[in-house]
């Protein structure tokens, strides 16, 4: 049994200090790996990846991230992902993190993604250059994160994201701003290779259970969907049993 | 701060202004607050992980449309309760 925390859309200012780290300390207890499905920041900026990576401090599973839209805002991206580096956290994009817990191994593989719509409602890489640059990035990102799936050779498998693949767990959301919120290549990615998992933020108003048209569980871990510090998901390996899928309450 | 509405302008627009100022206000960064105007009023909603957050927006909005009566329904998320696990089979 493997136990994956995760929560996206955390949105860390200078005012969050202190708002995290009293729901962590049953962290390391009960997950065996922690996911943070982007959104990390509020408009992304050094200072609130610093005040995050404090407020993660201690956490001794080993924590992996995407980064989403509001990390982006601030043209510090790069000093963004310095910061959660330097504070032991995984940092994904077009990569994987494999991690070994209880006889069972877990491959990781993360990206942003990006928006685009779904099928039948999406936008084309047809027509102006600015429509194809958008259509074309998601393609890129779909692409990358097929083939970072791809090349897991993990018990279990888990896709991390930001924007979302399927539109499942947009429900709630209004139907306007679906082609802002995900894409259904990001899905069709994931279809195309397999996986036992996905894990997404971005829609706050959703809904937090999915499935892709393959058949693979998809959860919206966004904050104000979960409404928690984390959600707690576990998933058998190997087959082999191991701690139990425990309440942390 | 510039306020926003000029007289008999549709409210569509002043939504659409007020969002674009939630989003990029040093004070907002804010995408997903629901913004509705009727009558004399403005009416918030959504939520956000600070109360801090919670009444920033509200000045903001409060600065860009003095005219009209600010309802802030925005609620801060509560992580006081530790999560149930869900297996996943």
């Known amino acids: ?249 | 701060m510039t306020h926003l509405s000029e007289p008999d302008e549709p409210p569509q627009y002043l939504v659409a202004r007020v969002k674009d100022a939630l989003a990029n206000d040093p004070r907002g960064g804010e995408l997903d607050i629901r913004v509705k105007i009727a009558g004399t009023g403005v009416f918030l909603s959504g939520s956000v992980s600070t109360p801090a957050r919670r009444d920033a927006i509200a000045t903001v909005v409060g600065e860009l449309l003095p005219e009209f009566d600010l309802h802030n329904s925005i609620s801060v998320t509560d992580m006081s309760e530790d999560p149930a696990p869900e297996r996943i089979e």
């Open chain 1, 1 to 249: 049994m493997i136990r994956i925390a995760a929560v996206g859309d955390t949105h860390f200012g200078a005012d969050s200090a202190g708002t995290l780290r009293p729901h962590l300390d049953a962290l390391d207890a009960h997950a065996d790996l922690f996911l943070l499905a982007g959104d990390l920041t509020r408009v992304g900026t050094e200072h609130e990846a610093a005040v995050l990576a404090r407020e993660l401090a201690g956490v001794s599973v080993p924590t992996v991230a995407v980064l989403g839209n509001h990390d982006f805002h601030s043209n510090e991206v790069g000093a963004v992902h310095r910061v959660l580096a330097d504070a032991g956290i995984t940092v994904l994009e077009g990569g994987t993190r494999t991690v070994q817990a209880d006889g069972t191994t877990v491959g990781v593989a993360g990206v942003k993604g990006f928006g685009g719509g779904f099928a039948g409602a999406c936008g084309s890489d047809f027509g102006e250059a600015e429509m194809k640059s958008f259509i074309q990035h998601t393609k890129c990102v779909a692409d990358s994160l097929r083939d970072a799936l791809d090349s897991l050779r993990t018990d279990v498998r888990v896709a991390l994201m930001h924007y979302a693949p399927i539109k499942d767990t947009l429900s709630g959301e209004r139907l306007e701003i679906f082609p802002f919120l995900g894409s259904y290549l990001l899905g069709e990615a994931v279809d195309a290779v397999g996986a036992d998992l996905v894990v997404h933020g971005h829609a706050h108003a959703g809904t937090e259970s999915g499935v892709t048209p393959g058949g693979i569980h998809v959860r919206n871990v966004a904050q104000p969907v979960i409404r928690h510090s984390y959600r707690l998901y576990c998933l058998d390996g190997n087959g082999e049993t191991g701690p139990q899928c425990a309440d942390p309450g």
